[in-house]
């Protein structure tokens, strides 16, 4: 699974940066959530995976920090992102005669820009916080790598606070825009459904389907680790639910979207025949 993400989001990127066709809004926002799932992969993949080979498993409190902060803000970000994403097919569908203006390169660069910002500033402040209270017992994280209830499980000291506000932040990062995007996709599938062509109708559904997907697996997954910081559910049940977002989550992602047709088309001129095997006359 792992070289299976890497290589659909890398494939993801290629295609929607070199091909002229995919120089749109929609591509714009999944380049940035292949970029996303591709650094959310490589900071907790590869240290699981040694681990399943270690008998001793070990990691720093600075590393399993910067683990803890990559984890957030990248989880912020793409949380934002998806958001966007859905904002950006509502409007196409729904007011395709104003999609041009509302929807132009700076409105789209400066919508990424928030995203990054907004992950930047959580991913520090709660990082920051968690890390400043006294640790106690044995220091063995019950999980497969730094996320915030283990870690909070390890505190020997009120964390109330800090709860409220993970709380808080789950809420406005995961469930808002999930709930958000609700509405758009009734008015989205009601715009759709009155569409004269058949065609027109199912690429547009197919589209909306694919973005409804992984909104949902993501933000469900994410929502329920985070509404209970000190988890009420087993250890087993909470990696579960935590692989589903880490690696199941961005392995889907590209395989979702790179079932279009405009992405599967930008590929093969990529990386077509002819770029590799063309003719050379042979020398007399």
Same mark, same amino acid.
């Given at each position: ?73 990248f989880i912020t ?20 005669? !104003? ?10 660069? !400066? ?31 019950? !999980? ?65 389907i694919a973005h ?22 087993s250890a087993n ?27 599967? !088309? ?19």
């Amino acid at each position: 699974m792992f070289p299976i993400t890497l290589t659909g989001n890398f494939l993801i990127i290629v295609a929607a940066t070199t091909d002229p066709a995919l120089h749109t809004p929609m591509y714009y926002f999944l380049k940035n959530l292949a970029l996303i799932d591709i650094c959310f992969t490589l900071n907790i993949v590869p240290k699981m995976l040694v681990d399943l080979l270690l008998e001793r498993k070990v990691i720093s409190l600075s590393a399993c920090a910067l683990q803890l902060y990559i984890v957030i803000f990248f989880i912020t970000s793409e949380c934002f992102l998806l958001g966007a994403m859905a904002y950006d097919r509502y409007m196409a569908i729904c007011h395709p005669l !104003h999609y041009v203006i509302t929807m132009n390169r700076k409105v789209c660069i !400066h919508m990424v820009i928030a995203c990054w910002i907004a992950g930047i500033l959580l991913s520090v402040g709660l990082t920051g916080w968690l890390f400043s209270y006294p640790f106690c017992g044995s220091k063995e994280i019950e !999980h497969f790598f730094c996320d915030i209830s283990p870690i909070l499980d390890l505190v020997c000291s009120v964390t109330h606070l800090f709860e409220l506000l993970v709380f808080v932040a789950t809420v406005v990062i995961v469930l808002i825009p999930f709930v958000l995007t609700a509405p758009s996709y009734i008015q989205m599938i009601h715009t759709i459904l009155q569409m004269p062509s058949a065609e027109g109708r199912w690429k547009a559904f197919f589209t909306c389907i694919a973005h409804l997907m992984v909104v949902t697996l993501f933000c469900c997954t994410t929502g329920l680790t985070r509404l209970k910081s000190k988890s009420k559910v087993s250890a087993n049940s909470r990696k579960l639910v935590a692989l589903s977002y880490t690696v199941v989550t961005p392995m889907l992602n590209p395989i979702i979207y790179g079932l279009q047709n405009k992405v599967k !088309h930008a590929l093969r001129r990529t990386f077509g025949r002819r770029q590799f095997f063309s003719k050379v006359p042979l020398p007399r």
